[in-house]
C-alpha cells in the first residue's frame, strides 16, 4: 500500500510538537514561495486580473509585500479591496483549510492580483499548509447538535488534487490518474 495512503487525523491533534508535525508543515509542493508580477499596461475593467480571483488550498497564507500595489481582496459583500501596504508588516489570508477545519465559521479570503502600475510587482509568500497524508475534519468545538459538520473527512492531498482538477483544465484526470496509479 502506498505511503500516502496512510491517513493521519488532525482534528484531535490541539497541542504539544508533534500535533504541529503531525498535521502540518511549513512548506508544502503544492506552493511557490515567490512570485513575479510583470507590469503592465494601464486596464480599466474591474473583472480582469492577472492572477485571478481564487482563494489558498493552505491553512494560513502569511504574504510578505513590498510597495507597489496590485492585491485585492474580496469582502463578503462582492466588492474588491486593496488593502494598504503596511512597511515591516505581514498580510495573511486565511485559506481553504481554515475554512474546513472550523465549519466555516471563519472564511478563506478571496483575492486576485492585477499590476497596472508600470512597474514589476514582487511578493512572497509562505503557505502553511497540512501534511499530505492529513485527514482534514471539523474541529470539535466548531460542531454541535445544531451544527453539524459541513464537509466531510477528507486526505488533504485528494482535497489539492480536486482543486486543481477543477479549476485547471490541461490537469483534468492527470493528476488523479497519477494518484491512483493508472499514469
Known sequence: MPT????????????????????????????RPWRRWASGQEIDDDEQFGQGPHTDNSFITMLAREDTPGLAVRLPSGEWLAPPVIPGTFLVNLGNIMKRW?????????????????????????????NV????????????????PRYPPAVYRDLVLDFYNANYFHRQGHAGARASGRS
Open 133 to 148: 497524508e492529513a485527514v482534514i475534519e471539523c474541529l470539535p468545538s466548531c460542531t454541535g447538535a445544531d451544527n453539524p
Open 4 to 31: 500516502w495512503w496512510r491517513a493521519r487525523r488532525c482534528a484531535g491533534a490541539t497541542s504539544g510538537p508533534r500535533a504541529t508535525t503531525r498535521c502540518a508543515r511549513p512548506w508544502s509542493p503544492t506552493s
Open 102 to 130: 472550523s465549519n466555516d465559521r471563519f472564511l478563506s479570503t478571496p483575492h486576485g492580483v492585477l499590476n497596472d502600475t508600470g512597474k514589476d510587482r514582487y511578493s512572497i509568500a509562505f503557505f502553511f499548509s497540512p
